[in-house]
């Protein structure tokens, strides 16, 4: 393995690390929050941390495919005919990742935007309804979908994993 490809490497595993740390923080944060605060004053702090959390979870996302896409270009060419052998759990980690990325978009575009710039649905100018009710149900749709792509990306990390030692 060349320099280039361990430091490819060592970047991706960080971005990795980044990424489900985040997720797992947030989603505990949320959690910790919804119990100690007010309604009103939990959807305020959590929009307010969301302006940074997202540009940040896209960030480390963008990072892992772009170093993911990099290294199997490499891994491809140096294992020739060979790169076969990494068909399943080589498809298993990138159906993962595809299914983590609509997670992620709909994370960001669909609730996240609707919370932060307060417009309604298709961004159609629609204010977001003033009660509490309707920012908390964001709010929970937004935690579920947070965990969820938790979940699938421990499931791509163990396919990374696998991709190494194989099943």
């Given at each position: 393995m060349s320099n280039t490809y361990f430091w490819l490497l060592y970047v991706h595993i960080l971005a990795a690390?980044?990424?489900?740390?985040?997720?797992?923080?947030f989603w505990l944060l949320m959690g910790h929050l919804r119990r100690r605060l007010e309604p009103?004053?939990?959807a305020g702090e959590i929009v307010s941390i969301l302006r940074f959390y997202h540009p940040f979870v896209l960030i480390c996302m963008g990072v892992l495919i772009m170093t993911g896409a990099w290294y199997l270009t490499g891994l491809k060419m140096a294992m020739g005919p060979?790169?076969?052998k990494l068909f399943v759990p080589l498809g298993l980690k990138l159906l993962t990742v595809f299914l983590m990325m609509m997670g992620i978009s709909f994370q960001f575009f669909a609730v996240g935007l609707r919370l932060t710039r307060g417009t309604g649905p298709a961004g159609n100018g629609r204010p977001l309804g003033d009660t509490t009710e309707e920012r908390m149900k964001l709010l929970k749709t937004l935690e579920h979908v947070n965990l969820g792509n938790a979940v699938l990306?421990?499931?791509?990390?163990?396919?990374g994993l696998a991709l190494n030692k194989g099943f």
């Open positions: 690390c980044l990424y489900e740390g985040a997720l797992v923080f009103e004053e939990y060979a790169f076969g990306a421990l499931f791509a990390i163990f396919f």
